[in-house]
Each structure stands twice: as structure tokens, then as C-alpha cells.
């Protein structure tokens, strides 16, 4: 018995995360299970393109807008056309090109946020598409062709970048805008989850929970990992 994405929910309430864009794997436990998810998560599930079928309304939420230290934070979600595919979601909703709704939806965020920033799930050619059509984006934070990036790629004025795929790295992103919401200044550190970072206790605590209701037929494989440059996930 699986938990229906329960344990993926929980794990990111503990991490603290602000936003998720939905991907198609985040949808095929189907729709309804996905909006029980969405309904115990701290933070926003995001997707400006998937809409219903009748109306066209977004079934997701399509930004988000979350402040830090006084700072305006406006977050886009975009996913790509396999996520309707999955049950329930390919009988009430359609698939929406975002190269059709981005310029529109960054000036709406714009005048909210101080800084806008997209998630990602179309791969990285589609985020340079992206960012031509809409160069106020700041930061594209991108998913699906799963590549490890040690540094930003930029089209125009706009940092794009990615971090592989299971949670296998983390990079920190750190940059600074001049008045005219521009790069200042960029610093990116990435880390390889290993050894050295000691366990958290609740979220050990929390896994072991959940691994006595729903035991691994198998254990996952553990491997060293070295990133470079060229890595794709």
C-alpha cells in the first residue's frame, strides 16, 4: 500500500518548503487524492497552464507571492502537457502552451512582487523560450530534463538554472538586484547530500513512521555522487 504522495506532503511541511509546481509524476496518484494533498500542504501547489476543461480556470493556484526580510516574492508555477494525462485529470482539464500566457502573467505578478521567480517543469530549452518572451522573470528554477547545474545559465537579465532530480543536491542560490530588478551580483553553492550532514531526528523519526505503514519491498541502493559540470540527473 502506497500513501498517495502523504509521505512526500509531510517530508516538505518539515522542510519548509513555499511552493511545488506540479509535475506529471506529482499527478498520477489521480485527481482527487492530488487535492487532499494539496489541502494538507503549508505550501502553495503551483501551475499557471493546467486548467478545466469547461471554463478554463486554473486548477492549481498559478502564483504565489511570499515576503522575506520586506522583500515581494512572486512565484510562477508551469508544468508540462503530460501532466493532464494523468486519472481524472485528463477527462476535466486541458494543457495550456505557457509560451501563450507568460508575458501577460509576468506583468500581472509584477505589480505585486518585487522579484519573480518561475518554477519550472518544461525543461531547459522551453526556460530560455521562456525568458525571451518574458525578460522581467528574474530566476527560472527548472525541472524535467533533470540537469546539474553548478552555475546559472542567463538569458538576458534572467538567471536559469537546475539541480538534478531526487533530491540528490541542493544549491543556494544568492544573488542581489540593482534598482532596475537587474543581476547585481550572483553566488551559487552547491552541495552534495553525503555522509558528512548529520540526520535530521524528526525527519528520520518521521520516515521511520511512515516505513513501518508502508514498508520498501526493497531498500533503495546508496552510491556516491559526483557532480560535475556536465551531469545530466
Excluded: C
Excluded at 542567463?154 to 539541480?163: A, F, M, P, S, Y
Excluded at 544568492?174 to 532596475?180: H, P, Q, R, Y
Amino acid at each position: 500500500m502506497r500513501s498517495a504522495g502523504k509521505i512526500m506532503v509531510d517530508a516538505m511541511n518539515l522542510m519548509g518548503y513555499d511552493a511545488l509546481t506540479m509535475g506529471r509524476m506529482d499527478l498520477t496518484i489521480g485527481y482527487q487524492a492530488v487535492l487532499e494533498r494539496q489541502s494538507e500542504a503549508d505550501f502553495a501547489f503551483l501551475s499557471a497552464n493546467i486548467v478545466y476543461l469547461d471554463n478554463l480556470e486554473p486548477v492549481f493556484e498559478p502564483y504565489t507571492i511570499i515576503e522575506r526580510d520586506g522583500h515581494r516574492i512572486g512565484i510562477i508555477g508551469f508544468s508540462e502537457p503530460e501532466t493532464i494525462q494523468s486519472p481524472g485529470f485528463r477527462e476535466e482539464t486541458t494543457w495550456v502552451d505557457p509560451n501563450t500566457i507568460v508575458a501577460d502573467l509576468v506583468a500581472e505578478v509584477s505589480e505585486q512582487a518585487d522579484v519573480i521567480v518561475v518554477l519550472s517543469h518544461l525543461g531547459i530549452e522551453n526556460d530560455h523560450t521562456l525568458a525571451q518572451i518574458a525578460p522581467d522573470i528574474n530566476v527560472i528554477i527548472g525541472g524535467l530534463t533533470r540537469k546539474l547545474m553548478p552555475e546559472p545559465e542567463r538569458e538576458g537579465n534572467t538567471l536559469i538554472i537546475q539541480v538534478g532530480y531526487r533530491g540528490e543536491w541542493v544549491n543556494k542560490l544568492d544573488v542581489t538586484f540593482d534598482s532596475l530588478r537587474q543581476p547585481a551580483t550572483v553566488t551559487t553553492t552547491l552541495l552534495t547530500l553525503d555522509d558528512k550532514y548529520i540526520e535530521d531526528k524528526q525527519m528520520v523519526d518521521m520516515m521511520a513512521e511512515y516505513e513501518l505503514q508502508y514498508p520498501s519491498p526493497t531498500p533503495m541502493p546508496t552510491r556516491t555522487l559526483t557532480p560535475t559540470p556536465a551531469a545530466e540527473g
